[in-house]
């Protein structure tokens, strides 16, 4: 079992920054590919970004990548993601997820979700 516990989520303006955080709990934390997935409201959840097991590759969606960078810390056995230019369409409730699995952005493949942290950028 890994439980996992986002933070760091809040309101910004339109062009600022936020650093998202994912401390996780239980075993093997460092054999796990991570990810981050966000859902809008009346949306469906949506990959953001992920992270291979060594941290060694990253993998972004299209509408994110050059804005966010992901990056994992197996001695503190937590993520990050790290939000620059913020935009009102980056509104979302934000997840990170475990999966014990080579790198993946199908939600269905993730074994393990957190509880979420609201982002919400203002115009």
């Known amino acids: 079992q890994v439980q996992l516990v986002e933070s760091g989520g809040g309101l910004v303006q339109a062009g600022g920054s936020l650093r998202l955080s994912c401390a996780a709990s239980g075993r093997t934390f460092s054999s796990y590919t991570m990810g981050w997935f966000r859902q809008a409201p009346g949306k469906e959840r949506e990959f953001v970004a992920a992270i291979n097991w060594s941290g060694s590759s990253t993998y972004y969606a299209v509408s994110v990548k050059g804005r966010f960078t992901m990056s994992k810390d197996n001695a503190k056995n937590t993520v990050y993601l790290q939000m620059n230019s913020l935009k009102p369409e980056d509104t979302a409730v934000y997840y990170c997820?475990?999966?014990?699995?080579?790198?993946?952005?199908?939600?269905?493949?993730?074994?393990?979700w957190g509880q979420g942290t609201q982002v919400t950028v203002s115009s």
């Open positions: 997820a475990a999966a014990g699995v080579v790198v993946t952005t199908r939600a269905m493949d993730y074994d393990y």
